[in-house]
């Protein structure tokens, strides 16, 4: 079964750099959900597109962007990167059910910032 | 106060040991609950989710939901060496909206 495509896998950048990870979600799902999980931590909600629209919004910082185009891939681009931006940055994507919408991961974004 | 707590272990066991995973959550508004497993640089993957109060099974994994006193838990029975991964309770937060997760907890289980 397809799942979750995220690119690129790892991603080293320097200091005040910018990034852009794309998520492609598993086909006929219209909603994309961003999430942050840093070392030890538990994945932080980000942000959320549903039908190319921003659906939710969490802590990601003004420095963050994303947004979800017409075929349903995201893009989260980050700008004036930090150190503490280093994390692990996931992707979900889900269809609704009626019930709740299962979120399936990607395999993530592992972004290191030197 | 995080909105989902759970013990971040770590917690080793036996093969073919019970295990028990628990959280707890502040909102009684919450009506979905998740349980999702993490093996180590790996994207979270769905065990289970239960809709309110109750319990719910899938074959050595039961997944209970006590909303009385906000606490949901995970049972492995005869847990396998392969069961060895990270633990993340997670609560949606609405239908159809973000997660929220506890801090996960890191189980092995020794042969």
């Known amino acids: 079964a397809a799942g979750v495509i995220q690119s690129p896998r790892h991603l080293i950048k320097e200091k005040r750099e910018t990034a852009t990870l794309k998520c492609y979600p598993i086909p006929r799902h219209d909603t994309v959900y961003w999430y942050q999980q840093g070392p030890g931590q538990d994945p932080q909600f980000l942000i959320s597109?549903?039908?190319?629209?921003?659906?939710d919004k969490g802590s990601i910082p003004d420095r963050f962007s994303a947004q979800q185009f017409s075929d349903y891939h995201s893009e989260l681009n980050m700008s004036s990167l930090e150190l503490g931006d280093s994390a692990l940055y996931f992707c979900?994507?889900?269809?609704?059910?009626?019930?709740?919408?299962?979120?399936?991961f990607g395999p993530g974004t592992r972004l290191t910032v030197l | 106060q995080k909105e989902v707590e759970q013990d971040p272990g770590p917690l080793s066991v036996p093969e073919g040991a019970i295990v028990s995973l628990n959280c707890t959550y502040s909102?009684?508004?919450?009506?979905?609950f998740m349980w999702y497993r993490q093996y180590s640089r790996k994207g979270p993957e769905l065990l289970m989710y239960t809709y309110s109060s109750g319990n719910k099974e899938d074959g050595r994994f039961t997944a209970q939901v006590d909303k009385s006193s906000k606490y949901i838990s995970l049972f492995i029975r005869d847990s396998q060496p392969s069961d060895s991964a990270t633990y993340l309770c997670?609560?949606?937060?609405?239908?159809?909206?973000?997660?929220?997760f506890g801090q996960g907890t890191e189980l092995s289980v020794k042969p």
């Open positions: 909102n009684s508004a919450f009506q979905y």
């Open positions: 979900a994507s889900s269809m609704p059910t009626g019930g709740t919408d299962t979120q399936y």
């Open positions: 597109f549903y039908e190319k629209m921003q659906s």
């Open positions: 997670a609560i949606e937060y609405n239908q159809g909206g973000k997660l929220i």
